[in-house]
């Protein structure tokens, strides 16, 4: 009942208003355009946040931290395989350990985004990542690699990303228009779309042409090629307290969690998150792959076609959603893309009682179209929801996915066991389906989120 209390529609109304109108009052010419008339053609709107320079700076730099981690998701587990001999508990634990640093350090990094000057962490932590590739790349050159370097290395990996990523998305607000969030948010996230397709292959043709210590180099190489784009970028200056000792940083996350909890958008949205990185999330992970080589008897070579798939998907959707760059009704279209991915989940469990694999390949295309447009919405509405000097703790909540994912993931798996794959997603999809039903008819002001 204080959910459906809280999240009242007229409230919701007066709260993003105030919120837009107190925090997004900057004048356009504080952003430095590219000149010329971009809103005459489809390209020129799916690419209207990049007219600002320090935007269209912070974007390719991504584009390249990107690039890096999914060369990484292809090398490392490779690199593991090689070392523990094919031990598939090392190979879940240290891609599991980068999890951790969210689950322990996520409200503690929005403060800090908050407390420091976000381009600086942003600064830091590239250095931090480039300087880690770089070590390990040579550990392994001098043959000194042991196990316990890989966990080392993943662990550093996944610390950064808990810094980067409250820093970076909470700075984008400051770099566009408000009324080009959404936009923004899904060229963001459409560059990591991007690279997972591109690096993915990569990685692969240049482990198989050089060598598994060669994709190290090159990951080095890639994070490296971000920084003079960082320290390139003029972003504004950002309503920030600045540091007043370690009360105060505890004070000030537990400031951070209340407003999230009281703010209605912001609850609204994360209560559909959750239920979308719990349930529908593992469709991705886990059910693809125990349905690609199990009932419809694919091999690596297909479940890999399945992912580009996926990712084609994903990319399509992130410039579509660039391009409308909705403003209104977004509450609506969370709770439409959860309800999707459940009835696609459906759909793809259902083919696979047919074994139609063409019809699989289908439904994994929309189920990316679905899965990439709910996330650059959601931080979108995350990221205009909350103040400038509280949205680094608003964005760190996001770290909170890959813990939520992990969790859904090893749910999903217990079930499959028990329940067989199959009966497993249809569970998972109709959890989804219903959620996303339940939600939207007993609590109506999540249907009139802005």
Same mark, same amino acid.
């Given at each position: 009942?204080?959910?459906?209390?809280?999240?009242?529609?007229? +409230?919701?109304?007066?709260?993003?208003?105030?919120?837009?109108?107190?925090?997004?009052?900057?004048?356009?010419n504080q952003?430095t355009?590219?000149?010329?008339?971009?809103?005459?053609?489809?390209l020129?709107r @799916?690419?209207?946040?990049?007219? +600002?320079r320090?935007f269209?700076?912070?974007w390719i730099a991504?584009?390249?931290n990107?690039?890096?981690?999914w060369?990484?998701?292809v090398?490392?587990?490779?690199?593991?395989?090689?070392?523990t001999?094919?031990?598939a508990?090392h190979l879940?634990l240290i891609?599991?350990?980068?999890?951790?640093p969210?689950?322990?350090?996520?409200?503690?990094?929005? =403060?800090v985004a908050?407390?420091w000057n976000?381009?600086?962490?942003?600064?830091?932590?590239?250095?931090?990542?480039?300087f880690?590739a770089i070590?390990? /790349? =040579?550990?392994i050159s001098?043959?000194?690699?042991?196990l316990?370097?890989?966990?080392?290395?993943?662990?550093? $990996?996944?610390a950064?990303m808990?810094?980067?990523?409250?820093?970076?998305?909470a700075m984008? *607000?400051?770099?566009v228009p408000?009324?080009? #969030?959404t936009?923004a948010? /899904?060229l963001?996230?459409?560059s990591?779309?991007?690279m $997972?397709? %591109?690096?993915a292959a990569?990685?692969g043709?240049v482990?198989? =042409?050089?060598?598994?210590?060669?994709?190290f180099?090159l990951?080095?190489?890639l994070?490296a090629?971000?920084?003079p784009?960082?320290?390139l970028?003029?972003a *504004?200056?950002q309503e920030?307290?600045?540091y007043s000792?370690?009360?105060?940083?505890?004070?000030?996350?537990? /400031?951070?969690l209340e407003f999230?909890?009281?703010?209605? *958008?912001?609850k609204?949205?994360?209560?559909?998150?959750?239920?979308y %990185?719990?349930?529908?999330a593992? %469709?991705i992970?886990?059910?693809?792959? !125990? =349905?690609?080589?199990g009932p419809?008897g694919l091999h690596?070579?297909?479940l890999g076609?399945?992912?580009?798939?996926?990712?084609v998907?994903?990319?399509?959707s992130?410039l579509?959603l660039?391009?409308i760059?909705p403003?209104?009704?977004r509450?609506?279209i969370l709770?439409?893309s959860?309800?999707?991915?459940g009835f696609?989940m459906?759909?793809y469990?259902?083919a696979?009682?047919?074994s139609?694999?063409?019809?699989?390949f289908i439904?994994?295309?929309? @189920?990316g179209?679905?899965?990439?447009a709910f996330?650059?919405?959601?931080t979108?509405?995350l990221a205009?929801?909350?103040?400038d000097n #509280?949205?680094?703790?608003?964005?760190?909540?996001l770290a909170?996915?890959?813990a939520?994912?992990?969790l859904?993931?090893?749910f999903a798996?217990?079930?499959?066991?028990?329940?067989?794959t199959?009966v497993a !997603?249809?569970?998972?999809s109709g959890?989804?389906?219903?959620?996303a !039903?339940f939600?939207?008819?007993l609590?109506p002001?999540?249907?009139?989120?802005n």
């Open positions: 009942m204080e959910l459906v209390t809280l999240i009242s529609g007229d +409230y919701i109304q007066s709260k993003v208003e105030n919120i837009n109108m107190d925090n997004y009052s900057e004048s356009e952003k355009k590219v000149p010329g008339n971009w809103n005459n053609n489809f020129a @799916v690419f209207d946040s990049a007219r +600002y320090d269209r700076l912070l991504q584009m390249t990107s690039s890096a981690f060369v990484q998701m090398a490392l587990p490779i690199l593991i395989l090689e070392v001999e094919g031990s508990i879940g891609m599991g350990v980068r999890t951790l969210a689950v322990i350090l996520g409200v503690f990094a929005g =403060v908050d407390i976000r381009k600086l962490i942003l600064i830091a932590t590239r250095l931090f990542v480039t880690n070590w390990f /790349a =040579v550990t001098l043959s000194w690699l042991e316990w370097h890989i966990y080392i290395f993943a662990l550093a $990996r996944g950064s808990v810094f980067d990523q409250p820093a970076r998305r984008i *607000p400051n770099l408000s009324y080009l #969030m936009n948010m /899904a963001n996230s459409g990591v779309q991007l $997972r397709v %591109f690096s990569l990685a043709i482990i198989a =042409v050089f060598g598994i210590l060669s994709s180099y990951m080095s190489v994070y090629i971000g920084l784009l960082l320290l970028i003029n *504004p200056a920030r307290s600045g000792g370690p009360v105060a940083v505890a004070t000030n996350m537990k /400031a951070g999230a909890w009281r703010a209605p *958008p912001i609204g949205a994360l209560v559909i998150a959750a239920i %990185f719990t349930f529908g593992s %469709f992970q886990v059910f693809i792959p !125990l =349905v690609t080589k419809l690596d070579s297909g076609i399945m992912y580009a798939v996926l990712g998907g994903g990319i399509i992130t579509f660039a391009y760059n403003s209104n009704n509450g609506i709770l439409v959860l309800a999707s991915m696609l459906t759909l469990s259902s696979s009682y047919f139609t694999t063409l019809a699989a439904v994994v295309f929309f @189920v179209f679905a899965q990439s996330i650059p919405l959601f979108a509405l205009e929801s909350a103040p #509280m949205r680094g703790r608003v964005m760190s909540l909170y996915d890959q939520l994912m992990s859904g993931a090893a798996g217990f079930s499959a066991a028990i329940l067989g199959q !997603l249809f569970c998972f959890i989804s389906f219903g959620s !039903l939600l939207a008819l609590i002001g999540l249907r009139r989120i």
